[in-house]
């Protein structure tokens, strides 16, 4: 079993997302299908989806006219979001913290994190991957987080939306010390994530790393012609 989600940024409307869980309901998977949407598409998934949003407030109320609060979006019906992307992290300058804080209002109102940590290609040419997405682990992960109940994603930053991808012993190293870190921290049952450029051609054998329970897919999760073929390329 693994978790394939998808992130749909600020792309789709209100049919395609019904075409799509039509398509996706219908489905004959062990695997666990996640669908991050714009807000405004929110709403309960089914029986082979759980919707999320893409982000959520750190905080629970009040005068922050344009955010949306954990409690909103669980009251949408959508059970996941996603914390700490890398888009969020650059538009909205998320730091570590920022992002631990939006991850513990998404525990407190029963919304699944996916917490996302990555690299930028400077740092990467600095050679600071491991101490980047270490720290990102160590610091982005909540205190009233419990193990088993969020997901890291890695999603090196250079490489999402590019269409290229580290090398598959560059994954798997950067999955080996995010495990170390996480069994380290007591989260020794935390999925792990693997997201930026995932397609149908190289989903199955990203899968196929250890330490590598997932993908998080942005731009082949929009059409069911390229989601639909990386959620049945593993069992
Ligand atoms: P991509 O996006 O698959 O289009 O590279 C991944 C993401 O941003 O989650």
Known sequence: MKIIA???KMNGNPSELAEMLQG??????ENRVILCVPYTMLRAGNNIVMLGSQNVSK?????HTGDISAKMVSKSGATVTLVGHSECRTELHDTNADVAERAARALEN????II???ETAPERDAGLTEKIVETGVRESVPKNAANGGFIIAYEPRWAIGAGITPTYDQIQQVHNLIR?????MGFADTPILYGASVTEQNAAEIMSIKN?????VGGASLKKETFVPIINSVK
């Open 110 to 113: 029963d919304l699944l994190p």
């Open 212 to 216: 590598v329970d997932g993908v998080l």
């Open 116 to 118: 996302c940590v990555g």
């Open 59 to 63: 905080y629970d109320s009040g005068a």
């Open 180 to 184: 170390k870190t996480l069994d380290e």
């Open 24 to 29: 996706l309901g219908a489905l004959d998977t």
């Open 6 to 8: 998808g992130n749909w």
